[in-house]
């Protein structure tokens, strides 16, 4: 079946930019997403990305794809103390598929 | 835009009784609403796919006579927990489907806390 993995955990201070990485194993993946969940809250989509593209941005976002490796990645220019959350990626099979599988969920942590 | 409630937010119920949690598309009609399930600290493990009209598909691993799940308009799913069990006790959320022109888009409720004594 599919795997979508995370690193746990990540740090960094207000002002620096944070990257998510994820990697995923499914080769049919249509669609990628990156959500965020805040505590005790459901889930706000942040973006995504289709597998024909390489890379898209959204005002601090960037998302790049390297599909040859299943890799995606999350980058936040100038983190700020409100993007502290867990960031799941997910993806979704291809043909139209719509079914997510999410990843384990990175959580970032903003420091002063 | 693409708004999806959840009822109620958090609910606490006695072993052996049932929960139903509804799931709304409040500006949007959804053929396509979906539930996982959340423990602490871990990712969402999708339950069931609910679609309007039809009976719910349920991932392998879930029993469909426990979670019983019910699409009975283009924007509301229900999901009922029977006969709760202190196991039963987690995050539930629902998602709604949206197609956006080449894309599929899942908006996500705020999600419902179970807890079963």
């Known amino acids: 079946g599919e795997d979508v993995e995370q690193s746990l955990f990540l740090s960094v201070r207000e002002g620096d930019s944070s990257v998510i990485n994820c990697t995923y194993t499914?080769?049919?993946?249509?669609?990628l997403y990156w959500y965020k969940q805040e505590p005790g809250a459901g889930l706000q989509l942040l973006t995504y990305?289709?597998?024909?593209?390489d890379m898209k941005q959204d005002q601090r976002l960037t998302v790049l794809l390297n599909k040859k490796d299943k890799h995606l990645s999350l980058r936040i220019a100038d983190t700020q103390t409100g993007d502290s959350a867990i960031y799941f990626c997910a993806e979704s099979p291809g043909g139209g598929g719509n079914k997510l599988t999410f990843g384990t969920g990175t959580q970032l942590k903003v420091e002063l | 835009g693409a708004v999806v409630s959840q009822h109620p937010s958090w609910v606490i119920c006695k072993s052996g009784t049932s929960v139903k949690i509804e799931c709304r598309s409040l500006d949007f009609q959804a053929t396509t609403m979906f539930w996982y399930r959340q423990f602490p600290k871990q990712s969402l493990m999708l339950m069931a796919t609910s679609n309007e009209g039809s009976k719910a598909t349920y991932e392998q691993g879930v029993e469909k006579d426990k979670f019983l799940i019910n699409h009975a308009s283009l924007t509301l799913s229900t999901l009922t927990v029977t006969s709760a069990h202190p196991e039963d006790s987690s995050f539930y959320i629902c998602?709604?489907?949206?197609?956006?022109?080449?894309?599929?888009?899942?908006?996500f409720g705020p999600g419902t806390r179970l807890t079963v004594t």
């Open positions: 998602s709604a489907m949206i197609r956006d022109r080449d894309s599929y888009e899942q908006y």
């Open positions: 499914d080769s049919s993946s249509t669609y």
């Open positions: 990305i289709f597998s024909n593209m």
